[in-house]
């Protein structure tokens, strides 16, 4: 079971910135000295893993539905519509310069045309405390969920599918562009390709097009299409275009202030033994993507896989797992990193890294081993601008549920109360501290 086997391993149980504008050059581009100060130290989340409440989204009916392939709903998740100023300071206070959240177009656009301004004036509370608290926004505009009348319609299976989301991108632009960071448009629209290199995906896909169809009947419609349980053949030139449409609005909105991409799921691809194919695996998991217009490309990463003929290989016996079920696997974040940089020659932020642990010294060790891999890539000249952890909250892991603690902070089930654990002060310290002082100039 590799990294992406994981996402869906809770199956398995059920069945230049804004505010650093000087990086972001006409193309995206700027020579390493001009940015290494505006290096981005932060922590994540997205919304429907930790606002709670997002009923007007699409998987909110994939978990209400029978058979689903949730392990447990996500609910209130971490209540974070409620006590965002909290969390944003408690990041700030870690010593982030950087803050990654997402808009939920589901809020945004509860039904087709309706727009909230009450969810807009939401968001721009959001951003507004996060820059008075001295950070930059990475704001993500889709992180997997579409409103549920989206998916009702086809979603990204249909090219139908590209102006009600290009026209989201829009309001959002129009309204909120002025705070705006730097933008990722889809969070791991890669995803589908990657996890199809895995056995999990065709032993669950039953159960997945079970709930699908279920979910059809519960809203209605003929079909049901969230993106992360999707066909990814039919949706990658889709996406691709959405993405492309969106990043034009957006630099029309913004006067080209902000830089705009994607981000993407990154394995650390490594060859299972001699017939190991990794070109026809990036192929359907990674290049049609970065050959997408773009200004960065964010890189997610949290293990390795062994790549076979047509396959991934199994997890080597004896190593330490996450509770993802993947291979504890720091130094791959640095593979994930070499990888894109050898098919992409612009800026690349770390969107996501981290690990699913009970135990917090693992996290640790973890980020001890990482980021040095970062700087490693940075000093053979890749350009990479920021490092992301995944994820500031322990919070709703889909369809694991509750169960694999990924955050810097723990959140008490019942009350809501935050605890960070030691790995939150130690990242803090890192990020203080800065770029080893070779990189800084
Ligand atoms: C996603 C997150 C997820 C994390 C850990 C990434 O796939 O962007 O939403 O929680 O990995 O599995």
């Not at 790995?423 to 310290?429: D, E, F, K, N, V």
Request: glycine content about 10%.
């Amino acid at each position: 079971m590799n990294r992406r086997h994981l996402l869906l391993s809770g199956l398995g149980a059920s069945a230049a910135l804004a505010g650093q504008g000087q990086a972001a050059t006409g193309d995206g581009r700027s020579p390493r000295s001009a940015h290494a100060a505006g290096f981005l130290w932060g922590s994540a989340g997205a919304a429907y893993q930790i606002e709670g409440g997002n009923v007007a989204s699409d998987l909110w009916v994939m978990e209400h539905v029978q058979p689903t392939i949730f392990r447990e709903r996500s609910g209130d998740a971490a209540d974070t519509y409620n006590r965002v100023e909290e969390d944003v300071a408690l990041a700030a206070s870690l010593g982030f310069n950087a803050h990654r959240f997402s808009i939920e177009w589901a809020r945004i656009e509860p039904e087709p045309g309706q727009i909230s301004l009450a969810a807009i004036a939401y968001y721009r509370k959001v951003f507004e405390s996060i820059r008075r608290h001295g950070m930059t926004p990475v704001v993500t505009l889709h992180h997997f969920t579409s409103p549920r009348w989206f998916a009702a319609a086809g979603g990204f299976e249909v090219r139908e599918g590209i102006d009600p989301f290009v026209r989201y991108v829009e309001i959002v632009s129009k309204h909120l562009g002025d705070l705006f960071g730097p933008v990722v448009t889809f969070n791991e629209p890669n995803l589908g390709g990657l996890l199809s290199w895995g056995a999990l995906t065709t032993q669950l896909r039953p159960i997945i097009q079970a709930s699908r169809q279920a979910a059809a009947r519960a809203v209605n419609a003929e079909h049901f299409a969230p993106l992360v349980l999707g066909d990814f053949r039919l949706q990658t030139p889709i996406i691709i275009e959405a993405h492309e449409r969106a990043r034009e609005v957006i630099r029309r909105e913004t006067g080209g202030r902000v830089p705009v991409g994607l981000s993407l799921a990154v394995n650390d691809e490594r060859a299972g033994g001699p017939d190991a194919r990794i070109e026809a695996k990036l192929e359907d998991a990674l290049l049609p993507w970065l050959r997408a217009e773009g200004d960065f490309v964010g890189v997610q990463n949290y293990t390795y896989s062994l790549v076979g003929a047509d396959k991934d290989l199994p997890n080597p016996d004896g190593v330490e797992l996450t509770q993802m079920n993947y291979p504890f696997a720091p130094e791959a974040l640095e593979g994930a990193v070499r990888l894109v940089a050898k098919y992409w020659n612009k800026p690349i932020y770390v969107t996501e890294n981290g690990v699913a642990t009970e135990d917090d010294a693992r996290r640790v060790a973890f980020i001890d081993r990482a980021v040095p891999g970062v700087f490693a890539c940075m000093r053979d000249g890749i350009d990479v601008r920021g490092y992301i952890h995944w994820s500031l909250l322990d919070n709703w892991e889909w369809f694991a549920g509750f169960g694999p603690k990924f955050g810097l902070v723990s959140v008490d089930r019942t009350t809501f109360q935050r605890t960070p654990k030691p790995s939150a002060a130690h990242l803090g310290r890192i990020a203080r501290a800065g770029l080893p002082r070779d990189l800084r100039s």
